[in-house]
């Protein structure tokens, strides 16, 4: 069956960085439009970033010129760059995959288990 695990991670400083992995399996990797969303405390889940079988991508105005999303299809990886973090970037951090390049994350349909980001100030 699919599988999206993240991984990546963890505590950082404001100003720093991280760099968020997700392995995907038991599907085409190229199949599938694939994002990022994050949820923190009391928040609703929020896109981050998208991404194409082209490589086209799209990010939401609070992380623009901040996080980069890219993927390797030879890995079947997707990654999410973060730099110049920040406190209100502290989240769970989801990968995601669905037949719907769109920032609604009822179009997704698998995702990932999350992975913890904590931005301190």
């Known amino acids: 069956q699919v599988q999206l695990v993240e991984s990546g991670g963890g505590s950082v400083q404001a100003g720093g960085s991280l760099r968020l992995s997700c392995l995907a399996s038991g599907y085409t990797f190229s199949m599938y439009y694939l994002a990022w969303f994050r949820q923190a405390p009391g928040e609703e889940r929020e896109g981050v970033a998208l991404?194409?079988?082209?490589?086209?991508?799209m990010y939401s105005n609070s992380v623009e010129g901040r996080f980069t999303i890219s993927k390797d299809n030879a890995k079947n990886t997707l990654y999410l760059q973060m730099n110049s973090l920040k406190p209100e970037d502290t989240a769970m951090y989801y990968c995601a995959a669905g037949p719907v390049f769109a920032w609604n994350s009822h179009y997704y349909t698998y995702w990932g288990q999350g992975t913890q980001v904590t931005v301190s100030s």
């Open positions: 991404i194409d079988g082209h490589g086209d991508t």
